[in-house]
């Protein structure tokens, strides 16, 4: 289902996109239109959100030092909470994790605005890092974790609490004691989701009138700290002249894309399967710049096919499209490191964007 989705949702992205760009700036449809985008926009984080509740988010995790990551939070966290809540923040681990840095961001960004909204008239909010060593009595207390060596993101507040009943759903999807439009009650589920998916824990412990303290147990590893990610090249415009070879088994996805493709001035061949993109690559006569594909496809793979293409054009640069979840990209090796995978749902901004950093890199 979020793999329809994503793509049913790339393709009202990439068209609204498209007419977005040709309207004046005071046609009367704009404003509507925008609309449009605003309404997709949610609905995609939506399907990303229940993604990440019931694990099954694409993750790219490297081997990261949290408080680096929390340190690099502290001034937007500061503005979030707002000047009546007095942060404080404490490092006290010197180990690493293997996970995702943008989902530890969000695991803490999540916990952080449940804080705040506990505490509306202002408060104390404390968020440290710690080291936990659970053995098998601690083990047993924590259903599914594991025994070792863990890093502990606590963190505390001294709002309204909460008490038994609401404590056993607050990991719930659509659970929320906040007005309906101010919440959808997916922020803690996508916490629980993301921990659980990166083979930690998470647990509670509240009571009313005494504040809330989450605990965020991650399994600390003894490999080496990676080095930051490249940085991304200065891109001074979107557009490009190469000519790309579009593989995607949706029809309406595989016509989006190479609509904005082909705006930006690339010459795009499409081609609806692995084996069609074998026909089309030994056809054209000139040179091939940048192999865009879908992983998962009848007949061939985006993986098979990339390594058969790569292997005529060692040159050729590859960019994988995918809006099926982790487990099916395992099964096909699309998260190895050295491959560069776009999600879907697919905009025409981060199309064009990775795009072009493939082809420079």
């Known amino acids: 289902m979020a793999h329809d989705f994503n793509n049913m949702w790339s393709v009202i992205l990439s068209y609204t996109s498209i007419v977005l760009e040709d309207l004046a700036p005071g046609d009367s449809v704009r404003a509507d239109l925008v609309q449009v985008l605003r309404a997709s926009e949610r609905a995609t984080e939506l399907t990303r959100q229940l993604l990440a509740f019931s694990r099954q988010q694409v993750l790219q995790p490297r081997v990261i030092d949290l408080s680096q990551v929390l340190s690099g939070l502290e001034q937007i966290?500061?503005?979030v909470v707002g000047e009546d809540v007095d942060v404080e923040l404490l490092s006290r681990t010197s180990r690493h994790v293997h996970a995702d840095p943008s989902q530890m961001e969000q695991i803490i960004m999540n916990l952080v605005i449940n804080a705040r909204d506990a505490m509306p008239r202002g408060g104390k909010l404390r968020i440290e890092l710690s080291d936990a060593t659970l053995d098998a009595e601690a083990a047993a207390s924590h259903p599914g974790t594991a025994l070792g060596d863990y890093v502990l993101l606590s963190v505390s507040d001294n709002g309204h609490g909460m008490d038994a009943a609401t404590r056993e759903r607050i990991f719930e999807p659509f659970f929320t004691t906040k007005d309906k439009s101010k919440g959808t009650g997916l922020g803690l589920s996508m916490v629980f989701g993301i921990v659980t998916q990166s083979r930690g824990h998470v647990a509670v412990s509240?009571?009313?009138?005494?504040?809330?303290?989450?605990?965020?147990?991650?399994?600390?590893?003894?490999?080496?700290l990676e080095r930051e990610e490249p940085a991304r090249p200065r891109l001074s415009t979107l557009s490009g002249s190469e000519t790309i070879l579009l593989v995607e088994d949706d029809e309406q996805v595989r016509a989006s894309n190479s609509a904005i493709l082909e705006r930006q001035g690339y010459t795009v061949l499409r081609a609806r399967d692995g084996q069609d993109a074998l026909r089309l690559f030994e056809q054209f006569e000139g040179v091939i710049d940048l192999l865009v594909t879908d992983v998962v496809m009848p007949k061939l793979s985006g993986l098979d096919l990339a390594d058969q293409l790569c292997r005529l054009r060692p040159a050729l640069k590859v960019l994988y499209v995918s809006g099926y979840t982790d487990g099916a990209l395992l099964d096909h090796g699309a998260l190895e490191p050295s491959i560069v995978l776009l999600p879907k749902p697919i905009t025409r901004e981060s199309l064009l964007r990775k795009v072009?950093?493939?082809l420079l890199s």
């Open 77 to 79: 966290l500061r503005r």
């Open 206 to 224: 509240s009571q009313p009138g005494q504040g809330a303290t989450f605990r965020v147990y991650l399994p600390a590893t003894e490999r080496a």
């Open 356 to 358: 072009r950093e493939v």
